[in-house]
């Protein structure tokens, strides 16, 4: 089979509910906007953790269990959301200290591209699109765990390459690509695959791969 | 002295060309009555610090809607297409700065340091023109500290001394900005008697506020 065969209808399930496994049981994760806010739908149930969001909550929803006024209580898209029982509202101050500090266990965002060395681009396309870093590059450099959910490729285009090419958001900080066709940990010696898609042959991955592309010994199917 | 003044009073403070920090985040914890009444007042060129430009017609926005800034310090633009017009057609300045970033250089402002040591950006466009320090082995930005003319606070319940107290995430940057302008007027949803915030749950000490405006919260 190839590439073209997957069904793309349930891509960023495929994505949300494999990175849900990274995630252990009293981790405190910050979850960037997009697919990652898929994620804590597929976590076990014996698996609780406790969401960061930058705009100032420890506990946020992520689906509302108390009473929520749109006014006083979003996400940090701007969207309506709400805090749990138990959940913390901090000024941008803590909330930072939290994010930069190193308190974080792991954030889970978008990428435009990654590369060999675990560089991250996903801010600014230069001329096009420049909606600004956000929180985004001091959650890459903070937090203990940085974890790029993303389609591994954009419109046909290698997004997994040798050397990013759009403006950094920080150096060597990504640990671990999850796509729909497959699981890429960053290491020393670059990227290694080490799950697949059992719907693809590893060659379909290497082909939508610009980066050099290590094959696990133990390549496994990605569940 | 009496803190509480008009909301045009209040603006009477601002004039065309100053900076001026606006808590919030995407709208909710901007005191949009005072936006408003700077609309109101015609003001223009304005220096604006937040955490972002909000979103269409909704608080601090309208003051890029109406052309009123000239320049926005501000970490993200996204959701509100207008800026990305007048930047285009090279009538809107915007510099972007790391949101942790942006929140130390105003602590700074507000603290009276000299700027902070930062690893975010390092080995950005961030980093353009930036010393980098390096401390224990690890290299840093250094980040100078951001002050303002005017900051414009949103508080939920807020005594006759200025003490504040927010309500849910509305309070985001809020209590950060008040430390540092030079004028700090805080726009209350609730004005409350002394005491009616018991003095452990205050927020914001009213020794940073110098004027309150009743009326918040839309």
Request: hydrophobic residues 45%; glycine residues 12%; charged residues 20%.
């Amino acid at each position: 089979m190839t590439a073209t065969t997957l069904d793309r209808s349930n891509l960023k399930e495929i994505v949300a509910r494999r990175v849900a496994r990274e995630l252990r049981d009293g981790d405190f994760v910050n979850l960037g906007i997009g697919l990652p806010t898929l994620v804590p739908q597929f976590l076990p149930t014996d698996v609780r953790v406790t969401l960061q969001a930058e705009v100032g909550m420890v506990g946020a929803g992520p689906c509302p269990e108390v009473d929520a006024d749109p006014r006083y209580v979003v996400d940090a898209g701007g969207k309506p959301a709400s805090i749990r029982i138990g959940g913390a509202f901090i000024d941008s101050v803590t909330s930072f200290t939290l994010i930069r500090g190193g308190h974080v266990d792991a954030t889970v965002l978008g990428a435009l591209q990654v590369d060999s060395e675990g560089n991250l681009a996903n801010w600014i396309i230069p001329g096009k699109m420049v909606p600004g870093m956000g929180g985004a590059m001091d959650l890459v450099v903070g937090a203990k765990r940085v974890i790029v959910a993303m389609e591994h490729t954009q419109r046909g285009e290698p997004k997994i390459l040798p050397r990013c090419t759009l403006p950094l958001t920080a150096l060597g900080c990504v640990n671990l690509i999850v796509t729909e066709m497959g699981v890429i940990e960053v290491q020393p010696y670059g990227l290694l695959l080490t799950e697949i898609n059992p719907d693809l042959e590893v060659a379909d991955v290497v082909a939508a791969t610009a980066a050099p592309l290590r094959i696990s010994s133990s390549l496994t199917v990605m569940l | 002295m009496s803190k509480l003044i008009s909301v045009e009073d209040a603006v009477a403070n601002i004039s065309d060309g100053m900076s001026i920090m606006a808590g919030g985040f995407m709208g909710c914890g901007n005191a949009h009555n005072l936006v408003q009444a700077i609309i109101d007042a015609g003001l223009k060129d304005l220096t604006m610090i937040s955490n972002d430009a909000s979103m269409p017609g909704y608080g601090i926005a309208k003051l890029v809607e109406q052309r009123r800034v000239r320049k926005l310090i501000t970490s993200h633009v996204g959701l509100n297409p207008q800026v990305a017009v007048q930047m285009n057609a090279g009538e809107l300045e915007v510099e972007l700065v790391p949101q942790g970033t942006l929140v130390e250089r105003i602590r700074s402002g507000g603290a009276g340091l000299g700027g902070v040591l930062t690893p975010t950006g390092i080995g950005t466009l961030v980093a353009d023109g930036k010393p980098v320090i390096t401390v224990d082995g690890r290299e840093y930005l250094l980040e100078k500290p951001l002050r303002a003319d005017v900051a414009l606070i949103s508080g939920y319940r807020v005594d006759k001394n200025g003490n504040i107290w927010y309500r849910g995430d509305a309070r985001n940057f809020n209590p950060v900005m008040a430390t540092a302008a030079d004028v700090v007027i805080v726009e209350a949803d609730h004005l409350v008697e002394l005491g009616d915030i018991p003095a452990e749950d205050v927020v914001t000490p009213g020794v940073f506020v110098d004027y309150i405006v009743t009326g918040g919260s839309l």
